[in-house]
């Protein structure tokens, strides 16, 4: 009971209940002779009253710490004065508690323990312990072994008291992870390491910062990156308890590692690289990976990135939205301890990833107590450490491009309630201040006196810079942020415009102004792009994608000659499409055509094919130098540009309707794309819309497969910034939005844009769990083919609004802005967008494709829907085994959610299997029923020789009965009786399977003990309609 680990040479050995009446740790292990010891149990037995009593000189702990005081005391000076008992036990219960318990001597020894030796490092400082969890959200707890030491720097100092700890789980101490749901807000539950941060540069234990701790700043600065919408930390708050003695509050959050990355943005450990500041300017330490991809990062960005072909280069690996907001967060702040330290910046290696960067110990932010004065005037924008986030970050601003887009996220965040407005700003103190108001009653009985007498308390000095971050620092810190970013260039002098109203719920009849204090000419778009075409750098954008949709038509004769090849022939009643065109009757080209012509096989070795595509942008037109076909094709070809011919394979010499390609292209290289110099037609692309026409050609007609499949290329030189071809003028005139709309703004005066301002206004309110249903969920394709997909249906009255709506387990997606849902209307997000519409067609509502590579898993998995501000709408887990239909899993249907409107989807007898395999996405395969007697109900919910049969099977009593499995509008369950009068459901665990057959039909079995002498069981079958 003394925190060691007891053994045969250690510990009491036990005769009898222990009786525990105050704070203890007790630790356990079993032994006998020739058998191997059982693992070593630890429970904490924490008594308020013990910590209100915990003294200076607490049984079984040292005197001194090496040669530093000990520090142990609850301050009797403020129990039952500043504060009541009551009231500080309270406190104590407000946060979740850790509890670590270990051998005394690792803890506090003069030479060993890692505690008194906190200003060392290295793994020999690292002690075995124990770790519990408890009083968190709905009673979790657990209990493992790890290992714990001192982690930080300045916080490693004597002076300090209460030190920073880093909690790692290793196979050498017990489990490999913490395996537990540690934060309420995230659905990662497993844990390599984690920080115990005691608070150092914002607490009450840094002599030089007591006045103005608010234990909120570096805690604030994750919740900043959080409320923008970039990648954050994962943070919450608990108490502590070393060997059942109260250590105080402290900030929980994961180490920054591989590990860390992995758990929450994907892949696997070895795929990231992760970085940071080596504690000195200038110098990189790896945490995790390697520093080349760092090393070009900054290669590429110390070219003059002024020009738009380097800029563009630089963009490879820097996403503009997710740096900058990363430094808007610092400069506002400003942040007088960083770059030069405290930053961490990770990369996923194995795919086209960008640099990500995290905020990391802000503590000296804010009025914080290197300022000699309580001003708001702090300024981190001329920051610019070489190979360090900062230089790349002004390296960048020497680009016009990347300075408007700065500009563009300022409006967005620091107007109009974003998160460094005012308003937004102290919304997000003022949340971490709630959280901890109550738990700095405890913090300030432990730790308050450390440094200050009378003690430091909630009351005092945490009040006084808390009303003077309110009343100082966030009405003023906006304004002054946005004259130090005009000073660098960062934000225009045009004024952006305003909208009234700033988007929101309106009807087709309301109508926005737009105003622009500056002057200028507004240039607005309700399309949701931007007014202001960018500059752009030379390179390839695709006109036509693999994928893209297209009409094929097999002739018959040459009555159409050349005019289909025309870009305004008809091609109405053509086969239609996506992806390429073609057919195989053997193996090697399935999955590679949309549209299937096997209609030509042995008739006419020639197939005609269309596909259109746009060029709105006129600047984009006159910029094209030059153009490439990339095709998969067998056996030839002859491609024409808006009606003129611009390339060809393995062409005949005169072709005509029912032409023969002039030599074979082999199936190997048929899959592969070939690559052809379009250039010579470049003057032939046009204005709006233009026609890839193609004759697909085999050598012979009763070939065995036919391929076209083409993506076209065109490469630009630089096109200069100016006015969107989408873009209008604003006339002063209020505008009448009849649908919802993005509604984008710019000013343009002298030549110099204004930043973006842009809001949503929709029709839709905003979905809840009580507006919208997963339908159908499609898990196991036949085949492994990239084809699943999750159907919503809108199970309302009303038009719902989906924008922001998130996957965050099962998959990942989130749905675009302005997605609408009308009353019954469905929408689909699916595996592969080509795949799927080569499946089941163009047409189907499709909101977009699967992020990240993510896919549903085969065996079952928890589906988690989110709102746009993180709460939960949906949440339910599917499974592939009973009592669960299993032909989804096992034959390729789809699971359906029989009456989404009412059936609760975490409910398994909720769902069936769909008819068909592959679902029916969009749709539905339910039957209805036309109202009769009630003869004609069991018609449409039974099957025509369906009754209740009854048979033994291994002592059980089994019923069957076969329904037709489409017929949602009834329910059909068992009822049983001892004595024909008194009915009741036969339990949901009697249904001991239902199988779904072929023939569109159920069979359900129930079980129920075998009738025994004298005792009678009757059953019978209850159809009604829902």
């Not at 967005?412 to 700095?440: M, S, V």
């Not at 109202?931 to 099977?953: C, K, M, P, R």
Request: aromatic letters at 10%.
């Amino acid at each position: 009971m003394d925190g060691s680990e007891p053994s045969s040479s250690n510990g009491t050995l036990y005769n009898g209940p222990l009786t525990i009446n105050g704070t203890a740790t007790v630790r356990a292990v079993a032994l006998k002779l020739g058998l191997v010891s059982t693992n070593i149990d630890t429970h904490s037995y924490i008594f308020p009253s013990s910590v209100l009593a915990q003294s200076t000189t607490p049984q079984g702990f040292p005197s001194t710490w090496g040669e530093r005081a000990t520090d142990y005391e609850m301050d009797p000076d403020l129990i039952g004065t500043a504060y009541s008992r009551e009231e500080i036990i309270d406190s104590l219960r407000s946060l979740p508690s850790i509890s670590v318990v270990m051998d005394v001597d690792d803890l506090f020894d003069g030479e060993s323990g890692f505690y008194a030796n906190s200003d060392q490092s290295g793994d020999q400082w690292e002690k075995r312990c124990s770790y519990e969890f408890f009083d968190f959200p709905d009673g979790a707890q657990t209990q493992l072994n790890g290992g714990i030491r001192a982690v930080g720097r300045a916080s490693r100092s004597a002076n300090r008291g209460k030190h920073n700890l880093r909690a790692v789980f290793r196979s050498e101490y017990g489990p490999t992870k913490l395996r537990f749901p540690l934060f309420d807000d995230s659905e990662v539950t497993e844990f390599n390491s984690l920080i115990l941060r005691g608070g150092n540069g914002d607490s009450w234990l840094n002599p030089g910062v007591v006045e103005r701790a608010q234990y909120i700043r570096d805690q604030w600065h994750r919740d900043a990156q959080r409320a923008t919408g970039q990648p954050f930390q994962h943070q919450m708050y608990a108490h502590l308890y070393l060997n059942g003695l109260y250590w105080g509050m402290y900030h929980i959050f994961e180490r920054f590692e591989d590990d860390m990355l992995a758990e929450h943005f994907g892949g696997e450990e070895e795929d990231w690289d992760a970085i940071k500041d080596a504690g000195r300017a200038s110098v990189l330490e790896v945490i995790d990976g390697d520093l080349s991809a760092w090393n070009r990062t900054l290669a590429v960005t110390r070219r003059d990135l002024s020009n738009p072909r380097n800029y563009a280069n630089a963009l490879i690996f820097i996403d503009p939205d997710t740096w900058i907001d990363y430094f808007i967060t610092n400069f506002y702040s400003g942040n007088t301890d960083w770059d030069q330290s405290n930053w961490r910046a990770a990369r996923r290696r194995d795919r086209d990833a960008k640099w990500m960067l995290f905020a990391w110990d802000s503590e000296r932010t804010d009025l914080n107590a290197t300022q000699g004065t309580n001003s708001s005037t702090n300024d981190a924008t001329v920051e610019n450490t070489p190979n360090f986030p900062s230089s790349v970050h002004q390296r960048l601003t020497a680009n016009e491009e990347y300075r408007l887009r700065f500009a563009d996220r300022v409006r967005l965040h620091c107007f109009n309630g974003g998160t460094f407005t005012p308003e937004g700003a102290a919304q997000l103190w003022d949340a971490r201040a709630d959280e901890i108001y109550e738990p700095l009653i405890t913090e300030a009985v432990r730790w308050g006196d450390r440094h200050r007498f009378p003690p430091a308390r909630r009351e005092t000095f945490w009040r006084q810079m808390y009303n003077t971050m309110q009343s100082d620092f966030f009405p003023q810190r906006t304004e002054t942020l946005i004259s130090q970013l005009r000073a660098r260039g960062l934000y225009p002098s045009v004024e952006a415009p305003d909208f009234t109203p700033h988007g929101g719920l309106f009807t087709d009849q309301s109508e926005v102004t737009i105003s622009a204090s500056t002057g200028g000419t507004v240039y607005y778009t309700t399309d949701g792009s931007d007014p202001r075409r960018p500059t752009t750098a030379g390179s390839e954008s695709l006109l036509l994608p693999e994928g893209s949709p297209t009409q094929a038509f097999v002739p018959a004769d040459d009555s159409l000659a050349m005019t289909w090849t025309d870009p305004e022939f008809d091609d109405t009643g053509w086969k239609s499409g996506a992806s390429g065109v073609g057919f195989e009757l053997d193996t090697g080209f399935e999955g590679l055509f949309g549209v299937d012509l096997s209609e030509m096989h042995s008739l006419n070795s020639s197939a005609y094919a269309r596909w259109e595509f746009d060029i709105q942008d006129r600047a984009q037109l006159a910029a094209i130098t030059s153009l490439t076909l990339r095709a998969r094709y067998d056996d030839g070809f002859i491609a024409y540009l808006n009606g003129g011919e611009a390339a060809s394979a393995n062409r005949p010499t005169n072709p005509a309707w029912n032409s023969h390609a002039s030599a074979v292209h082999p199936d190997g290289s048929a899959v592969e794309l070939s690559i052809f110099n379009l250039s010579n037609s470049v003057n032939r692309l046009r204005l709006g819309t233009n026609v890839l026409a193609v004759h697909c050609m085999n050598q012979q007609s009763d070939s065995n497969d036919l391929l076209f499949v083409p993506e076209l290329v065109a490469a630009t030189g630089t096109i200069n910034a100016g006015v969107s071809p989408s873009a209008q003028v604003y006339d002063g005139l209020p505008l009448a939005l009849g649908e919802s709309t993005r509604l984008q703004a710019r000013a343009l005066r002298n030549g110099t844009w204004s930043a973006l301002t842009s809001a949503i206004f929709t029709v839709g309110i905003p979905a809840t769990s009580e507006h919208i249903a997963i339908s159908e969920v499609h898990y196991h394709p036949l085949g492994e083919s990239p084809t699943e997909f999750l159907e919503l249906i809108n199970i309302s009255g009303e038009v719902v609004d989906l924008t922001g709506l998130s996957f965050s387990n099962g998959i990942e997606f989130t749905f675009p802005e302005v997605t609408l849902l009308s009353p019954g209307e469905r929408i689909l997000v699916v595996e592969n967008i080509t795949a799927f519409e080569i499946a089941y067609g163009l047409g189907l509502p499709i909101a977009g494709s699967f992020a990240n590579g993510t896919r549903l898993s085969n065996g079952g998995e928890r589906i988690t829907l989110l709102a746009r501000d993180g709460t939960t709408i949906l949440d339910f887990r599917y499974r592939d085994s009973h009592p669960w239909p299993q032909a989804p899993d096992e034959t390729g249907q789809s699971l359906i959610l029989v009456a989404p409107g009412e059936s609760p989807p975490s409910n398994p007898l909720s769902w069936r299997a769909s008819i068909l395999p592959g679902g029916n996405p969009s749709s539905s395969d339910s039957i209805s029923f036309l109202a009769g007697d009630s003869q004609s109900i069991l018609d449409y919910a039974l099957t025509e020789d369906s009754g209740l049969h009854f048979s033994i099977v291994e002592d059980l009593s089994v019923l069957s009965f076969r329904t037709r499995s489409a017929a949602d509008d009834a329910t059909v369950w068992v009822e049983v009786s001892p004595d024909l009068r008194a009915w009741t459901d036969a339990p949901t665990e009697a249904l001991i399977s239902r199988e779904s057959g072929p023939d569109g039909t159920t069979l359900y079995r129930f079980t129920m003990p075998s009738p025994q002498r004298d005792l009678v069981r009757f059953a019978r079958l209850r159809v009604e309609l829902r």
